[in-house]
């Protein structure tokens, strides 16, 4: 079985390791990339250049994510220029770019935006989840009630 270093789980957004957040790491070189500028994306693309043809690994530091109206993570204008910063990343990776979609989708069915949300998953990643929240993106009160009892985003 084949490891994959933080920045190909950070590229390809792999659920074999955990996602590292700005607030867990510890950065030894004083080397450090500025925040790019031109999209205004501030975590991801950084954490792809701070890792990037660096050594890194993972330690055993708990940090406690809340979401809630008011993270970054949920702004519509940050989550349109994530998706297309990840797009130019991935670069024609078909698989990849399947996974954006399906996340972009899970973001529009989190925010109750069904049609965008069916628009992006029939561009995703097909598997049993998806094809139900596609179903269930059409009835109102079964999409609440899965967004109020599952992890759809987060």
């Known amino acids: 079985m084949q490891t994959l270093s933080i920045h190909d789980v950070l590229k390809k957004r792999s659920k074999k390791a955990n996602w590292p957040y700005i607030s867990s790491l510890l950065i030894k ?3 450090v990339p500025l925040f790019e500028e031109h999209f205004g ?4 693309d950084w954490l ?3 890792t990037k043809n660096r050594k890194c690994k993972e330690t055993d530091v708990s ?3 809340y979401v ?9 204008v940050y989550r349109k220029r994530d998706f297309y910063m990840g797009l130019l990343d991935v670069d024609g990776d078909i698989p990849v770019m399947k996974k954006w979609f399906a996340s972009r989708a899970r973001y ?3 925010m109750n935006e069904m049609k965008m949300a069916r628009f992006f998953f029939v561009r995703g990643s097909i598997n049993w989840k998806t094809i139900l929240y596609f179903i269930s993106s ?3 009160a079964l999409s609440k009630w ?3 009892k599952f992890n759809v985003f987060g």
């Open 29 to 31: 070189n004083k080397d």
């Open 41 to 44: 994306q501030l975590d991801y």
């Open 48 to 50: 792809l250049r701070v």
């Open 63 to 65: 940090v406690i994510r």
């Open 68 to 76: 809630d109206g008011t993270n970054l993570s949920l702004d519509p």
């Open 108 to 110: 529009h069915y989190y």
């Open 138 to 140: 059409y009835n109102k």
């Open 146 to 148: 899965i967004i109020k």
